[in-house]
């Protein structure tokens, strides 16, 4: 009997180092200006290919769509339908990422799929391609194509490496709802926004290995549409600070707050802290290269 192939892909996590938006575009969308890295959380994707023409999703997570709502099954679609893929595929999704939670969990997700069928099915497709493919499904899919340390711009669409930022440890806190991206962005408007975010200052402090330099230059304008509608993300970035966190943020739209550490001695003090306050609350590391594909 011939062993069927699986193919396994982690689509780990992604957080907003700076995050801008420089106005609206024409199509509707706004002009992005992110600093992104990716983190040591990350959901897992287990893929087999299936005799008939299906996809096929599911899930330990109950609360997950595993149909047309969940981008991972978008993009399993979508190469099927691009490539003319009559083969089907089963997807196992180990869901470890909190959703609606600004830290591109179903993007990660939708890319993750994306390099795994394209291994699956031997595609041969590049990375650009399957970025491109990405820019489909949504703003942060490209990146998280490749991830690692990257600007993005446009949409997000437009990417350029970073340096690996120094080695540090982040905490996540995830408080207890969810966010709506649209949502927040339908509520942000551009001429009252207070501070902006030091986009260079961020690159120049990653390109030094200048971790204070990086905590200094943290900024995210959607925290001003998104603390108000919810002042339990400030309280959170509050209580870092004064655990001894040398950075705090909202990541993305929120409603995750992240708070870099260079030291490892303070993660414990900071974590126990929070979890008094949070049920959700991780201890990850920054991950310093690019997604480099899983061996089957």
């Not at 709502?69 to 993009?75: D, E, G, R, S, Y």
């Not at 939670?101 to 699956?120: C, E, I, K, Y």
Request: with cysteine; proline share 6%.
């Amino acid at each position: 009997m011939t062993r069927k192939l699986k193919i396994f892909e982690k689509a780990p996590a992604k957080i907003n180092l700076s995050l801008d938006v420089l106005g609206k575009r024409t199509d509707g969308y706004h002009e992005l200006e992110m600093v992104m890295v990716m983190v040591d959380l990350a959901d897992r994707l287990e893929m087999e290919e299936l005799p008939r023409d299906a996809v096929i999703l599911t899930s330990q997570a109950g609360f997950l769509p595993l149909d047309e709502k969940n981008l991972a099954f978008q993009a399993a679609r979508l190469v099927k339908e691009r490539f003319g893929v009559k083969k089907g595929v089963y997807i196992h999704l180990d869901k470890r990422i909190p959703v609606s939670a600004g830290l591109a969990g179903g993007s990660s997700d939708a890319a993750a799929t994306l390099r795994g069928l394209n291994r699956l099915w031997n595609l041969g497709l590049s990375a650009e391609e399957l970025r491109r493919l990405g820019e489909e499904l949504g703003s942060d899919v490209p990146y998280c194509v490749t991830g690692g340390a990257a600007l993005a711009r446009g949409r997000g669409e437009i990417l350029t490496p970073l340096p690996a930022p120094p080695p540090c440890w982040a905490v996540l806190v995830k408080p207890p709802f969810g966010v709506s991206t649209a949502d927040v962005f339908g509520k942000l408007r551009l001429s009252q926004i207070r501070s902006r975010p030091r986009t260079q200052a961020m690159i120049s402090a990653i390109e030094a290995g200048d971790f204070r330099g990086i905590c200094a230059a943290l900024g995210n304008v959607l925290e001003e549409v998104t603390i108000p509608m919810h002042p339990m993300v400030g309280q959170i970035k509050d209580m870092m600070l004064r655990l001894g966190a040398d950075g705090a943020l909202m990541s993305g739209s929120g409603p995750t707050v992240f708070g870099l550490v260079e030291r490892e001695s303070k993660l414990a003090r900071i974590c126990n802290g929070l979890r008094g306050f949070c049920r959700e609350v991780y201890a990850v590391r920054l991950l310093s290269a690019p997604i480099v594909q899983t061996r089957t």
